[in-house]
């Protein structure tokens, strides 16, 4: 599982459900996992200024992107007892309830899972370079910013 | 020296490119900032992180990389 | 959501992983949510003793079990800003990879859906009364107990 | 009074049944057990908790409710 040269964690436009069901499937001859936990990131149809977001268009710096998942990957292996660890994100267009961050921890005990799982995502929050522009139903923009 | 300089999300609407080589004389972040602030005067008002050959830096870094990128806020998630 | 009356959380035979990816789904059109956060519980092949588990034979106290998890249902609504909740548990026999729980939390915001899905997990693993019988690959069996 | 008794899990193992009605004359818990116990010794070394009608009670309620149950240790999930 924990291979050390960065793999290419984007997609392009929305994960789809198809690909989470059949992440999941995938485990189920991993018999020493007892826990799974799953965070999905969903597009959000934000009003703003009397305006909805229909969707958000995501760039990233791919290589320093990429580098900074493997980063975050080794680290989370280091401090938790992880089985598994699997890391998606969108680039492109993913529109208002579309996924576009999909992260999936798999361990024997579920304590673990749920610290992974948060340290995981607030790390990709704060150190990964991407960058999302939030499209209007008028197609005017603006561009979203973590917090 | 030639560098290439990478820029993202709203620093490139700003820079209407999304990366440019220079010749560089400049020896650090900060000069090398003095430099590009004067070609896109409108950077100035602009929040954003520096990346020299992929990891954040900052402005009294020494200029040793070939890859400088001018990152703004994430919103990775 | 916040249905009052309580429904019946349990499912006969272990969770698919196409009925968990189809709930992921359904929530597209749920578009002020931000993230979801899913727990899933696999029956472990654990070793003990030298003999092996096969499978979880689940049973229930079931009327108390779903008043319970009805309880930790409202709860949970109360304390977090959920979006929405779905739980589901397995009854009969769940063999070793096969899912036999599902948590599954969405909210506007991330910080909540974490903390909202380990309270869940933690307060189904110790107020509701199921049972489960490790079945091992000889037929003898032994009674697990949650840790 | 008569109340339904409730086995579970590795209790039901030792009763060899699931339920079974008893009239009883038995005010408290604590005395209803002894009743149980004397019925199936065995019981004497497991661990189990008790509800009166779908909720927990310990050994000095009053016994007020048609449905008593006896719980080994919680697995779920």
Redesign the interface.
């Known amino acids: 599982m924990n291979d050390k040269k960065p793999k290419n964690v984007f997609k392009s436009g929305p994960i789809s459900?198809?690909f989470?069901?059949?992440s999941?499937?995938k485990?189920?001859?991993?018999?020493?996992?007892?826990?799974?936990?799953?965070?999905?990131?969903?597009?959000?149809?934000d009003n703003i200024d009397g305006k909805t977001v229909s969707a958000?268009e995501?760039?990233?710096?791919e290589?320093?992107?990429n580098?900074k998942f493997h980063e975050i990957r080794e680290s989370a292996f280091e401090k938790f007892n992880l089985t598994c660890m699997h890391i998606y994100?969108s680039l492109g267009t993913v529109k208002?309830?579309?996924?576009?961050?999909f992260v999936f921890v798999?361990s024997?005990r579920?304590k673990v899972?749920?610290e992974a799982?948060?340290y995981i995502?607030e790390a990709?929050?704060?150190?990964?370079?991407?960058?999302?522009?939030e499209i209007f139903e008028d197609n005017s923009h603006q561009?979203?910013?973590?917090s | 020296m030639r560098i290439t300089v990478k820029y993202f999300g709203q620093i490139s609407e700003i820079t209407q490119k999304e990366e440019e080589v220079l010749e560089i004389y400049e020896t650090s972040i900060a000069q090398l900032l003095d430099r590009i602030y004067s070609k896109y005067e409108k950077l100035k008002n602009k929040e954003f992180k520096i990346a020299q050959n992929r990891e954040l830096v900052d402005m009294n870094t020494e200029i040793n990389g070939s890859e400088i990128a001018l990152l703004p806020p994430f919103a990775g998630g």
């Open positions: 459900f198809e989470i069901g059949d999941i499937y485990h189920q001859t991993k018999t020493s996992i007892g826990a799974h936990n799953i965070f999905l990131g969903q597009v959000r149809a958000i995501y760039t990233a710096y290589d320093m992107a580098q994100h208002a309830g579309e996924i576009c961050l798999s024997p579920r899972v749920f799982l948060e995502v990709i929050k704060a150190n990964v370079p991407v960058f999302g522009k561009w979203k910013v973590n």
